[in-house]
């Protein structure tokens, strides 16, 4: 029956799944192996021009996933066939190399796309809509008016598909008003392949064993709606009207076929992800009983991580991006301040904890689970309060780029530009040069030196490719920060250029910064000095939630000052020692100035150690 639905010219494909989790191995490597005996029988119209749409690219960084649909079969004669796909438009080739080889040859053609606007073109076509209109990728390479559409080679360039797939367009308001968007073209889905758990025997599907829901049901609708077919990988069967209707994400009037994994086959073609036969406090089955994240080494990225995560506020809805910034979930634990925020990734996760490194996606202990279009949703809405995202290459006017490093290796954003383009506060995670540094920590001092510096420089005159525009963040009015282990920049309008706003201590300005980038930032008079805890091997305790003058507002006109103590710990003499000496700094110019000041306090989440009360009473205030 597999065979009776993929055998379509120049059909349009679209495969569900995230990063290592919920790839339908078993078709897509059927649909392989078809391809390549097409080839040993001399069948030329069989499979192939497939056109792949997909978001997170499943795959296992090897040969598993979607790089089964780049396998190239060997002829007779020693050559290689041309490969079955003809283009391929996706938001994140890293996990899929050998797809990303065959768009860096040239071999087909391909595209880099957000992963919000892939996600959402897939329902615009459910949908009969024309594509997705959204500001989300403006000023950025996907761009068609200042970069290249999203095209990720020559050949894309040269598709009669390039001037479609994005467009620039501008809308009136009222003839006065316009404003720019960008249309990424919705495509009609000849073919969709999703995973399930459990199929019933007229085709309903439920999702109780997958640790994510990446757009299954929009794809089933889009396939539906495009007069297409609906191919779905089950790990089990069972009886008609069985699964509870609560249960049945898609629903079989969607449903053309069910392919079910052999029990003997569930590990190798059904485990819930390439690193997880299947874990029940992924899908909420169960919790654990541990919500912390493991508590990270000292070294540059700890110091980052905590610099980072000094501005996180209580009651934030954060998103976290893979790599350097991962260390803040680490750190908020550690610190105590995870039960006071809400992380959430970009595949639909609420709460708990995210997975990390080659499994990220979904969470542990995760209060909630969408589809990934409607997180999207949230996400462009501005429903972030603050996100941290990693770093590939700054330029001088604050641009980023994650997307593209060199014409020989193809990432793409993932959910990148969605992230960026709608969230309030961001910040920027990166060591502040790579490949080779190494730090050392002086203790006492709480301070670090440089002991070998790394050979590529990340703060660089122009990024290879833009996929954050500081520029459009700064007409959006975004607050944005860029924290290294040795420096903090920020992007306003007072500077075409980064400004530099606190270094650490025992840097030198001159040879560990400056000379360390390709270009001189602006240096802000009040260049402050990062706090020293942060170079510690202990806690930081009464960090939590920034500073304490992070947490003082001075309301000049009626000479009041409000302070926020919620997440302060003081946990012996020296800390509530610290507190008062740090609050007469920030008394001495207001009360110098006007005056004794009037002061009003919110104790709501602050903790003094029992026994400290007289101490605490007793300090000068």
Known sequence: MLNKYICMIYTILSVSGFVAQGSPDLILKSLADRYEQEYKDGIKNGVGNLTLLFGGGPGDWDRRGLNYLARLPKLEDGSTAQPMIKRAIGAHFGQVPMLGDLAINNEIEAWTLPLGSISRMIRAQ??????HLTTIGLGTYVDPSVGNGGAANERALQSSLH???????????????TSDYLLYKALPIQVGIIRATTGDSHGNLSFEHESLLCDQLYTAMAARNSGGVLIAQVKRLCQVNSLPSRDVLVPSSMVDCVVVVDDEDHDEFHPMSFNTTYCPVLTGKIRSPVDDAPRMKLNERKVIARRASRVLKPGQTVNLGIGLPEG??????????????TLTTEPGSFGGLPSSGKQFGPSTNASSLIEMNEQFDFYDGGGLDIAFLGAAEISSSGDVNVSRMNSS??????????????TRNICFMSTFTAKGLKIDFNQEKGSISIKQEGSIKKFVNEVYETTFSAAESIRRGQKVYYVTERAVFWRTTAHDVLELIEIAPGIDLQKDILDQ?????????NLKIMDRQFFK????????????????TYHEDDHLLFIDLFGISLRNE????????????????????????????????????SGLEDYYA???S
């Open 163 to 177: 001037k479609e797939l994005v467009t620039k367009l501008t809308i009136g308001y009222d003839g006065k008003m």
């Open 574 to 609: 020296s800390e509530v020692d610290w507190f008062f000496i740090s609050l007469d700094k920030i008394l001495q110019p207001i009360t110098k100035k006007k005056g004794p000041v009037d002061i009003v306090v919110s104790y709501q989440g602050f903790d003094l150690k």
């Open 409 to 422: 290796r193809l990432t793409g954003p993932g959910g990148f530009v969605d992230i960026t383009q709608s």
């Open 537 to 552: 091997k202990e806690k930081m305790g009464y960090s939590l939630f920034g500073s304490l003058a992070e947490r003082c």
């Open 517 to 525: 980038m390709e270009f001189t930032p602006a240096i802000s008079e």
């Open 126 to 131: 459910a949908t009969h809509s024309p594509g």
């Open 328 to 341: 803040v979930a680490s750190v908020a634990g550690e610190e105590g301040m995870l039960p006071y925020i």
């Open 618 to 620: 007793d300090s000068p």
